[in-house]
């Protein structure tokens, strides 16, 4: 048995649709362990950043309709991890709630801004100069980061200041997500019960 400052923060979620089938797992307090298995190579390569950098435990298994493209496969996923997150927080008691963290990545810097609010909202300000990385449509980060905001209902900024490479920006991106969400959720033991003067989040 474990007490509650000892309880796991763990959920998982299976999704299959016509477009798409996942089967997705977060562990909020993990090692920075990932298995990412999906169709789409440069989002293995994000999550993977995601995982090690935010040190979660997070296993993903995607197939999706990637012979019509990728948007179906990214969306849903951002979609299953949101969802797994909100889940595993519970009623958020204890949690920082907020983070601002800026990641640099050569050249270019990112910032994001979280505040695991229950009210989701999503900020974007990004200008890469290449539509695509490799066959990566790049507007699929900003459908990603949305419906991972929405689904999971934070309040997202994402901002990338300057960057020349397009890879080296979006990589910014996901690193600077995992450190933000991992900072925001980590238990603060100054914290007693959920911090919001409205008693609940």
């Known amino acids: 048995m474990t007490t509650e400052n000892e309880q796991v923060r763990r959920a998982e979620i299976s999704r299959k649709t016509n477009e798409t089938n996942i089967q997705l797992a977060l562990q909020v307090d993990g090692t920075g362990q990932a298995e990412i298995e999906t169709d789409v190579p440069f989002l293995n390569h994000m999550l993977d950043l995601f995982t090690k950098h935010g040190h979660f435990d997070l296993s993903v298994k995607a197939q999706g309709d990637i012979e019509i493209d990728d948007h179906h496969t990214v969306e849903d996923i951002g979609i299953c991890l949101g969802q797994t997150l909100r889940e595993a927080l519970g009623d958020k008691r204890g949690i920082k709630r907020y983070a601002n963290v800026f990641i640099p990545m050569d050249e270019a810097l990112a910032q994001v801004v979280i505040d695991v609010s229950n ?13 695509q990385v490799g066959s990566f449509q790049v507007e699929l980060v900003h459908e990603f980061l949305w419906k991972l905001a929405l689904e999971a209902r934070i309040t997202l900024h994402v901002i990338v200041h300057y960057g020349k490479n397009t890879h080296h920006m979006i990589e910014a991106v996901f690193k600077a997500l995992g450190r933000a969400i991992d900072e925001a959720t980590s238990i603060d033991p100054r914290v007693t019960g959920v911090p919001s003067t409205k008693g609940v989040l």
Not at 119 to 131: I, T, V, W
């Open 119 to 131: 009210r989701p909202h999503f900020e974007y300000r990004a200008e890469y100069p290449s539509s």
